[in-house]
């Protein structure tokens, strides 16, 4: 019988992860590299849930754990260096997959490298299924068919309040240092293309918030759906008021990438936060997330603006994995090859499954 899968069990997310299928009532094959932590988090959860060792170091173990009919949840991050061993064993297997990176590169990777063999093979890669980028896309989406035909570009904002430094795990913070020396991207004029340290100010109840541009998911998944739309533009509000200061920065990027020995360092300083790094803190009552996506017509004017509302980014992505696992195994998802949230499930039953964790639309 298909089964959920899910790869990187024991890590701060896949633990959560793991939590929130079994509280769906989901018995998922837990799969990571160590089996005496996958045999405690198994006993933890009940006891009884399979499990299997796999390593990315070893990928014929992570094609082992996968069949036809599959949903595979990769938790294993960063996702460029050690995302590639679940990808091929999805496809080879012509599984569902899920994974919760927020890395532009490997999700421009999937977009443009993986997805048409994931076509041909019947897998659907529905990469970036979390707090990045779940909500923007809904949120655009939701303010696209609110603006109508007349729409020709959405800006979408991501925003966090309360704690977000603490609560961010160790593979967050090696996955944003992997990412700081990657080229970003926007969409404009109908094509993807270089982005470097573009900012805006979104209005978020009734406060001024600063973004940083990023390249997400939304730039490969909104276009297609939307005819008219010649501009995507997404923003990262995390910094504060630090945001303009690190869009200077991130204009010279590209110089500093080239400079010798600086992405083995990087490299090396992100291992050393995996090894020492430990996981994020427990969640806090204060901790809340919002989403803006406005749209706008081709003189500037703004169409319509929707807003989402939601609590801690790490216990939404846990939720909205384990609702997109149990909906895809019982379901399917409506296509192959690589797909956006709302391609995988439509755009009403993905309001729903966001609601239900938690991240709810005010307008």
């Not at 110089?255 to 994020?280: C, S």
């Amino acid at each position: 019988m298909p089964r959920i899968v899910l790869f990187g069990a024991t890590g701060f997310t896949g633990r959560l992860t793991a939590e929130a299928l079994v509280a769906r009532g989901a018995r998922p094959l837990l799969a990571g590299r160590d089996q005496t932590r996958l045999t405690a988090l198994a006993d933890a959860l009940g006891g009884g849930l399979p499990i299997a060792v796999a390593d990315v170091g070893r990928p014929e173990s992570v094609r082992r754990i996968v069949a036809p009919g599959d949903v595979l949840i990769s938790t294993v991050g960063p996702f460029v260096r050690w995302g590639e061993a679940a990808i091929a064993a999805a496809t080879e297997a012509g599984a569902v997959y899920f994974d919760t990176t927020g890395e532009p590169t490997f999700v421009k990777r999937i977009f443009q490298r993986h997805g048409p063999a994931a076509a041909a093979r019947g897998a659907a890669l529905v990469t970036a299924f979390g707090y990045d980028y779940v909500p923007g896309n809904l949120a655009a989406a939701l303010a696209l068919r609110k603006a109508g035909p007349g729409a020709v570009r959405v800006d979408v904002g991501y925003f966090v309040e309360g704690g977000t430094a603490r609560r961010a795990s160790a593979g967050t913070r090696a996955s944003a240092l992997g990412m700081v020396l990657e080229p970003m991207y926007g969409f404009r004029e109908g094509r993807i293309v270089p982005e470097h340290g573009r900012t805006r100010k979104f209005l978020v109840d009734g406060r001024v918030r600063h973004g940083l541009s990023i390249g997400a998911s939304e730039h490969f998944t909104l276009p297609p759906a939307h005819a008219g739309l010649r501009e995507v533009n997404v923003y990262l509000g995390w910094l504060g008021g630090l945001t303009r200061v690190a869009g200077v920065l991130a204009k010279a990027t590209p110089v500093i990438a080239a400079l010798p020995g600086v992405r083995r360092a990087t490299e090396a300083l992100a291992d050393r936060v995996l090894r020492t790094g430990g996981a994020g803190a427990p969640a806090g009552a204060g901790m809340s997330s919002s989403v803006v996506a406005e749209a706008y017509d081709a003189g500037g004017r703004r169409l319509a603006v929707v807003h989402l509302t939601g609590g801690d980014p790490y216990e939404f992505t846990a939720g909205v994995l384990a609702w997109a696992a149990t909906t895809a195994l019982a379901e399917g998802v409506r296509g192959t090859g690589a797909l956006g949230p709302v391609d995988a499930f439509g755009l009403d039953a993905l309001t729903r499954g966001c609601a239900e964790v938690g991240m709810t639309v005010r307008g």
